[in-house]
T-cell receptor, first 116, second 112 residues
Framework: DTGVSQNPRHKITKRGQNVTFRCDPI?????LYWYRQTLGQGPEFLTY????????KSRLLSDRFSAERPKGSFSTLEIQRTEQGDSAMYLC??????????????FGPGTRLTVL | LAKTTQPISMDSYEGQEVNITCSHN???????ITWYQQFPSQGPRFIIQ???TKVTNEVASLFIPADRKSSTLSLPRVSLSDTAVYYC?????????????FGSGTRLQVQP
């Protein structure tokens, strides 16, 4: 499978714990995005990387959230001191860098986080 | 960013053509119109994108009138597997905006 992969697919944690999610984009894509989606709503943008550089962050990305893409390939999203309001689907997407098309992004299956 | 408005839900039967209309009255000159499809427990999938008139691919057609204040996604002869949420997005291809802005989408239910 050469699509975007995300691990784990599901995560259940207790309030106050830290969690980390991983995203492996399509190999030749240098743009990587994180989104969050709650039930009944469309995905909301969290952050964007071009190669290893984090170029854009949403106001939704509080200081408890941090994302990295150390070698410009896979990315991790960490949530510290989780809260029940963090329960959501976390989606990763990637797109190629050789065009100006930001509008066609390839999404992974997501990681569903449940905070008890 | 241009705001989009689309129906919350639609029902159809297998074999029918489905048209989902999206209004975007404040669309800017550089904005493109993009549609995504999302199945339960999956990430969204790009369907089609257009700037004006009509665009067709193997999945759908996109009709955009001259004023570009609305667009219609047309799905020919839907099947049960087309049951999904469909999102209309408006944004430019320039470097100024990199994130996709999704609304709540249209939930399409296809009945046998």
């Amino acid at each position: 499978d050469t699509g975007v992969s995300q691990n784990p697919r599901h995560k259940i944690t207790k309030r106050g714990q830290n969690v980390t999610f991983r995203c492996d984009p399509i190999s030749e894509h240098n743009r990587l995005y994180w989104y969050r989606q709650t039930l009944g709503q469309g995905p909301e943008f969290l952050t964007y990387f071009q190669n290893e550089a984090q170029l854009e962050k949403s106001r939704l990305l509080s200081d408890r959230f941090s994302a990295e893409r150390p070698k410009g390939s896979f990315s991790t999203l960490e949530i510290q001191r989780t809260e029940q309001g963090d329960s959501a689907m976390y989606l990763c997407a990637s797109s190629p860098g050789h065009t100006n098309s930001y509008n066609e992004q390839f999404f992974g299956p997501g990681t569903r986080l449940t905070v008890l | 960013l241009a705001k989009t408005t689309q129906p919350i839900s639609m029902d159809s039967y297998e074999g029918q053509e489905v048209n989902i209309t999206c209004s975007h009255n404040n669309i800017a000159t550089n904005d493109y119109i993009t549609w995504y499809q999302q199945f339960p427990s999956q990430g969204p999938r790009f369907i089609i994108q257009g700037y004006k008139t009509k665009v067709t691919n193997e999945v759908a057609s996109l009709f955009i009138p001259a004023d570009r204040k609305s667009s219609t996604l047309s799905l020919p002869r839907v099947s049960l597997s087309d049951t999904a949420v469909y999102y209309c997005l408006v944004g430019d291809e320039d470097t100024g905006r990199r994130a996709l802005t999704f609304g709540s989408g249209t939930r399409l239910q296809v009945q046998p």
